[in-house]
């Protein structure tokens, strides 16, 4: 049998260790990454929060003043190439707040800066967005639509 | 708040990250994004959106998932209010701002820097 050769069981034990142990340690690395700078980044954003309020802005305004702040910072970041940089350790952490929002709209666009202000800049800022718009508008008008046959 | 903020937020992204982790989909940036503005709307329609944001604060809102809450909350408050033209203006009067804002802001930064390399 080929299981009582000592060297094939142990490239079998091996290999499975090798699939246990492997795929893990990025996993839960890009994990924590994802956790401590996508925290951060809300964390920031109730600095923001706090500040706006203290203005006295309502809670709505404040947080439309904070969501442009923060859309102004990434999109000025993502110019400077630093936004994707940290996106390079933390992944989902710089995708997942509205700062991915604002990067997923300038870096395409700057990119295909070269096919024009209209094809290059104007359409590219979409490639991303445009997709979020279309299902998020979408999905938002079925459930107020869902509400108003409700409350007939 | 500070703390759960950053506690939620942070949790959130978690969940991104697992989700392009370990999937077998080939899940893109671009996925985590429709994905995560449509569970937003989703969630908020439900109406368990709304005691996330309470808690957390800008931990529930500065997360795509938010923006969802803006358009969900837009549409069925305009609804409520107006009728069917309110599910159509809704969800985007809520968001407008934010919108506008990343547009004029992405459209000046593509204009005015230069791509690396």
């Known amino acids: ?152 | 708040m500070l703390l759960k903020a950053f506690l939620v937020g942070g949790s959130i992204c978690l969940i991104g990250q697992l989700l392009m982790d370990l999937t077998n989909y080939k899940v893109t940036p671009g996925h985590i994004l429709v994905g995560f503005v449509t569970a937003g709307v989703i969630i908020s329609a439900l109406g368990f959106y709304q005691p996330l944001v309470d808690y957390a604060g800008a931990g529930a809102t500065v997360p795509l998932t938010g923006f969802g809450h803006l358009l969900a909350q837009g549409a069925i408050e305009e609804a409520r209010r107006t009728g069917i033209l309110g599910v159509f203006k809704g969800a985007l009067s809520a968001a407008a701002g934010g919108i506008t804002a990343a547009v004029v802001f992405g459209y000046l930064a593509a204009l005015v820097f230069k791509p690396k390399g």
Do not use: H
């Not at chain 1, 904070?66 to 990434?74: M, S």
């Open chain 1, 1 to 152: 049998m080929n299981s009582s050769d000592p060297f094939e069981l142990q490239k079998r034990e091996y290999k499975k260790m090798v699939q246990q142990v492997k795929p893990k340690p990025t996993v839960i690395k890009n994990g924590i990454m994802a956790f401590l700078v996508g925290g951060t980044i809300c964390a920031a954003g109730q600095l923001l929060m706090n500040f706006f309020k203290a203005r006295e802005l309502g809670t709505q305004d404040a947080g439309l003043a904070t969501a442009a702040v923060l859309v102004f910072l990434a999109a000025f970041l993502t110019g400077l190439g630093i936004y994707d940089e940290i996106a390079k350790y933390a992944g989902a952490g710089t995708i997942v707040p509205i700062t991915g929002f604002a990067n997923s709209m300038v870096a395409p666009a700057m990119e295909f800066r070269s096919e024009g202000m209209v094809f290059g800049v104007g359409a590219r800022l979409f490639t991303i967005a445009g997709p979020v718009l279309v299902f998020g508008i979408v999905t938002a008008w079925l459930a107020g639509l869902i509400t108003l046959v409700l409350s007939l």
